[in-house]
């Protein structure tokens, strides 16, 4: 998955968001539970702001739960609905029509009261590239959807896909950019593997990498590894990590590409375990 965003892209998405907005209720706002805040469109807030919405946490199967438990308090103290969710295995979907009927009560309510013929409630999903919309909107329908593709300026005719009775989403899901200005943006982007043809530099994501697991899980990091101690310095640790996997060239040189790719690979696969590379501590205003 490569996508160029360029600000003609970007202004095109954000249109085509837009008209999908008018024709629905309510916005699934689809992020990754391991980065929420670096997996969000910067400009959601400002773009989604005329519609409720919903904050999913998704791929909360690959994530710390203790730190997932942390992030649905820090929306919940800002009065932003959140759910944990596992669109893959069906982890908490049920959440998602009942916490959308509460919130759209008083709309629906009034509909009624006006003698309006009740229907299902209509959604979007919305989210950066990767996230899972895809997976979700398959889920949710329980049916198999092809892929329309990533790119922001595929146009297809609009259907709506049935959940139940009482909610329907829009079969193609509204498909924001990433927070680019941002490098660690980006190095965490691509250490979950939201980014890969990375235009970022395998090995300087890997240090990324290393250097977040040894201050945060710096166990898993042992373990995994089969490390007796972990080195101050992070080339060191790369190095350690090398010879233990057989990263090494002929003449001994430390092969630093490939042990980038398997401890990246590794990450991915969750092989040191559930982890989460941002809390709410970070983004907790002053
Ligand atoms: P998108 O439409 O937002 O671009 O995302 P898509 O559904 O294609 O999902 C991206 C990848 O994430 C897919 O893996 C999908 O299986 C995985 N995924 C989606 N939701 C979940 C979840 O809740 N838990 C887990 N563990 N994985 C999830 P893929 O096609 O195999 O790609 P990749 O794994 O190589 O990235």
């Known amino acids: 998955m490569t996508i160029q965003w360029f600000p003609g892209h970007m202004a095109k998405a954000r249109r085509q968001v837009t008209e999908k907005l008018k024709l629905i209720d309510i916005v699934f706002e689809l992020v990754d539970a391991r980065i929420p805040m670096s997996s969000r469109n910067p400009m959601i807030d400002e773009i989604v702001s005329s519609k409720p919405r919903i904050v999913l946490l998704n791929k909360a199967d690959k994530a710390d739960e203790a730190t997932t438990k942390k992030w649905l308090n820090y929306f919940k103290d800002k009065d932003i609905a959140a759910i944990a969710i596992d669109a893959q ?4 979907l049920k959440q998602i029509t009942s916490l959308s009927k509460e919130l759209l009560k008083e709309k629906f309510d009034k509909m ?3 003698g309006i ?3 299902a409630i209509r959604a979007l999903i919305i989210g950066i590239p990767n996230v899972g919309k895809s997976t979700l909107i398959n889920r949710l329908a329980k049916r198999n959807i092809t ?3 990533d790119r922001p300026g595929v146009t297809t005719a609009q ?3 049935k959940v139940g009775k009482e909610l329907e989403l829009l079969d193609t899901p509204g498909i924001l950019w990433p927070k680019f200005e941002d490098e660690m943006v980006g190095f965490k982007l691509a250490t979950t593997g939201a980014i890969k043809d990375t235009i970022l530099n395998l090995q ?3 240090v990324f990498a290393l250097n977040f697991l040894k201050e945060h899980y710096p166990k898993r990091l042992l373990e995994r590894y089969g490390l007796e101690e ?3 310095d992070i080339v060191e640790l790369f190095d350690e990590i090398a010879k233990k996997r057989g990263c090494v060239m002929s003449g001994g040189y430390i092969d630093y590409d490939k042990t980038s790719e398997l401890v990246l690979r590794e990450i991915r696969a969750d092989k040191l375990g559930r982890l989460s590379f941002e809390t709410p501590t970070e983004y907790q205003e002053i």
């Open 89 to 92: 295995n069906g982890t908490g």
């Open 112 to 114: 009624a009261a006006k």
């Open 117 to 119: 013929k009740p229907r």
């Open 147 to 149: 892929k329309t593709g």
């Open 159 to 161: 259907q709506w896909v």
């Open 204 to 206: 300087e994501i890997t």
């Open 230 to 232: 972990l080195p101050e």
